[in-house]
């Protein structure tokens, strides 16, 4: 090899981590604004703590951050689906569905209650006393979101064929099953890495209305399903997305009056999650949905 060819070779190694450095700092300009979409609580268009959330995001990042107000799990999808945010906070059947609508968007991290949940499941509770054989004849339900927890409970298709009672609030259902107007009461139990979590849920609401968790006993269970999780368009850069996975991992220790504002009622911070741990969400979305919604997006 002659010497200008041996220069010349030598330069491009020289130069290239230099390169490749420029290369992943190109995302942030590529980026421009990073942007998140929340749910608004009661679909108010106001997010609590949202100049929190754009300064944490920003700092992290190293991009101008905005926030978008959804006013619905479903817009929120479409937010995502359409380009319109990068980030979202979803539950996990709302997850579900925006990987089912757009097979663009991947989990990052969902968020552990502080005494180490990490997922629920619904339940049906009748008084210890009753006799199990008969079961509850009047179940109290709550009327939910259509991608909340209690998705997939099925009233009609439990033995003896029990009346559902629908309640406007979880507080009047709860009062309906205390002073008896029904037998049973839908409602959830959290659960963690060692199982279903004892007096956790539906059954420390009753305790704080007065009622022993001794004399409540769970008549029917529904399948575990993990907590929403915080999911990021996929063709995010990789690097974007791993400075992302550090954040959320380190806020319980670093930053947790965030965790007040973006997990208000889940307080234990964040773990990695994958695609795999939403197919229990998957299955009770097929339980919901209209065939025609059940169809997976190509690619998906």
């Not at 990490?118 to 991608?147: E, F, H, M, N, W």
Request: aromatic share 6%.
């Amino acid at each position: 090899m002659n010497r200008i060819a041996t220069l010349a070779l030598a330069g491009c190694c020289v130069l290239a981590p230099f390169a490749a450095a420029a290369q992943e700092s190109d995302w942030r300009k590529e980026l421009g604004t990073f942007r998140i979409g929340i749910v608004a609580p009661g679909g108010s268009r106001e997010i609590a703590g949202v100049s929190d959330i754009r300064d944490a995001f920003s700092a992290a990042l190293g991009v101008p951050v905005d926030v978008f107000a959804a006013r619905d799990y479903l817009a929120l999808i479409d937010a995502q689906a359409t380009g319109r945010v990068d980030y979202a906070a979803y539950s996990a059947l709302a997850f579900v569905a925006a990987v089912r609508h757009c097979a663009c968007v991947e989990p990052l991290a969902a968020p552990v209650a502080a005494d180490g949940a990490t997922g629920l499941r619904a339940v049906v509770l009748r008084r210890a006393a009753d006799d199990p054989g008969d079961g509850p004849d009047r179940i109290a339900v709550a009327d939910a979101p259509a991608l909340g927890p209690l998705a997939g409970l099925d009233v009609a298709g439990m033995p003896g064929g029990p009346a559902e009672v629908t309640f406007e609030t979880a507080e009047q259902a709860l009062a309906a099953f205390a002073d008896g107007s029904v037998t049973g009461l839908a409602g959830y139990v959290l659960n963690g890495p060692q199982g279903d979590i004892d007096g956790s849920g539906t059954m420390a609401l009753l305790s704080l209305r007065g009622i022993d968790p001794q004399s409540v006993a769970i008549a029917w269970k529904g399948p575990v399903m993990r907590f929403g999780p915080h999911a990021v368009v996929t063709s995010l850069n990789g690097e974007a997305k791993a400075i992302l996975r550090t954040f959320l991992a380190g806020l319980a220790g670093q930053r947790p009056e965030l965790l007040d504002v973006l997990s208000p009622t889940l307080q234990g911070g964040f773990q990695p999650v994958q695609r795999i741990d939403y197919a229990t969400a998957g299955e009770v979305l097929d339980r919901v949905l209209p065939e025609a919604a059940k169809k997976k997006p190509a690619g998906g």
